[in-house]
Structures are given as C-alpha cells and as structure tokens.
C-alpha cells in the first residue's frame, strides 16, 4: 500500500511558476514508476509528466519544454515544477504511483491539487 501526499498547489498568474511535490509512504518509493496527471472540470484526466524507476521521462505535447518531472529517492518524493504558465494549465493535479508485477499492474493515487492560473 503507498499513500501519496500531494501539495503545492495554488493561483498563480499567467507566465508565472509554481512546484508541486508529492510524498510517498507504506511502501518502497524506487520500485514504482511516477507520475502526474490532471483533470479539468467536464474534461478527463489526462497524463501531463510520468518518470520510470530508472529516471527516464515523458511529457505531455502541450507541456514540454515549460514542465520538468523529477524524483528525489531519498526523499520519497516526486516533483513537478510548472514554468510559463497558461490558463488552460489550470486543473487538479494528481500523483499517481505504479507497478508492474508479473500479470497486473498496481496504481496508487493522491487526493490532488488544486492549480489555477488566472489573471
């Protein structure tokens, strides 16, 4: 079992940045691949910036360049630091936890965060 803790979040104008960090615990953080995801209201939740256990990354198109996902091990923790930010960035933003195990796979998910880029 991982709970995962997310914060953070908050309003910020547009072009500005903000650094959301997600801490783990219950279980062994390396072994799982990380990721953030958000959900604007009446749209689903889509994939902004995932990091393997290896520390490879993937971004989202509408996100590259301004988002950088990282991992600090020793710290349990996941980050996503937001430059250049727009209004649609403005979303709740989850920590999501996964692993592959022979024949299924194991998510664990925070409660979110709240990012809202407004003038």
């Known amino acids: 079992q991982v709970q995962l803790v997310e914060s953070g979040g908050g309003l910020v104008q547009p072009g500005g940045s903000l650094r959301l960090s997600c801490a783990a615990s219950g279980s062994i953080f390396s072994l799982y691949a990380m990721g953030w995801y958000r959900q604007a209201p009446g749209k689903q939740r889509d994939l902004v910036a995932s990091i393997t256990t290896g520390g490879s990354t993937n971004y989202a198109d509408s996100v590259k360049g301004r988002f950088t996902i990282s991992r600090a091990n020793a710290k349990n923790t996941v980050y996503l630091q937001m430059s250049s930010l727009k209004p649609e960035d403005t979303a709740v933003y989850y920590c999501?936890?996964?692993?592959?195990?022979?024949?299924?796979?194991?998510?664990?998910w925070g409660q979110g965060t709240q990012v809202t880029v407004s003038s």
């Open positions: 999501n936890a996964k692993r592959l195990l022979p024949g299924h796979e194991i998510d664990y």
